[in-house]
């Protein structure tokens, strides 16, 4: 990989680092030619610190290391983008990340949705939602309309109308979204299931 450390003639690149699983960016420190070589070499990252002036592996003192996993160079050549398995938190302030937000995973739509679900669970009393009617008729209702939704995809898979079964597909992932928060669980947890299999 060619890497243009003289660009910014401080010998330095910005390193952006990222969970590989999640996929947040979970800070920014800068490499030179010598910290580059240690993170290849030890697959822990290190930066080049320029307040101490000196090499620094992430988690040196603290223990929470940052485990190479793979490293990209921009269209530049001068910005690493380097993905990592963090241990522990990663800023010297506690937090998951330097912008203070948990490294946790997120599934865009999905996520936003799976917010809509919690809160029509957590005020179903004062909610006229549909969702919200579903954890007032308790886990027999949900478990059973998860069932008929499985049912229409199976059928429609069978046919060839493809928005009806795109439609159906979509009720099922719903429906089943709101069992999963009725029993206690997130698509998170789900995610790590079949992570534990691959």
């Known amino acids: 990989m060619k890497i243009d450390f003289n660009k910014n003639n401080d010998g330095l690149v910005p390193a952006i680092i990222q969970d590989a699983s999640t996929k947040n960016v979970l800070m920014l420190g800068y490499m030179n030619d010598e910290a580059y070589n240690k993170t290849i070499e030890t697959k822990k990252v290190t930066f080049f610190s320029r307040s101490k002036k000196r090499l620094w592996t992430k988690g040196e003192e603290s223990g929470n290391f940052l485990n190479l996993i793979a490293i990209k160079n921009d269209c530049d050549q001068d910005t690493l983008l380097i993905t990592v398995d963090p241990v522990g938190p990663t800023c010297h302030k506690g937090s998951d990340t330097c912008w203070g937000e948990d490294n946790e995973q997120e599934f865009g739509f999905l996520s936003d949705l799976e ?3 919690q809160n029509r669970k957590e005020n179903q009393e004062d909610s006229k939602s549909y969702v919200a009617s579903l954890f007032r008729k308790g886990i027999n209702t949900m478990a059973q ?3 008929e939704e499985a049912v229409e995809v199976v059928i429609e898979a069978k046919d060839d109308n493809e928005e009806l079964f795109l439609n159906e597909s979509a009720d099922l992932l719903f429906h ?3 069992l999963l ?5 997130k698509l998170n947890d789900i995610v790590n299931v079949l992570k534990s299999r691959s």
């Open 176 to 178: 089943y979204m709101i």
């Open 181 to 185: 928060q009725a029993k206690g669980y």
């Open 145 to 147: 309309k998860v069932g």
């Open 115 to 117: 917010a809509i679900i």
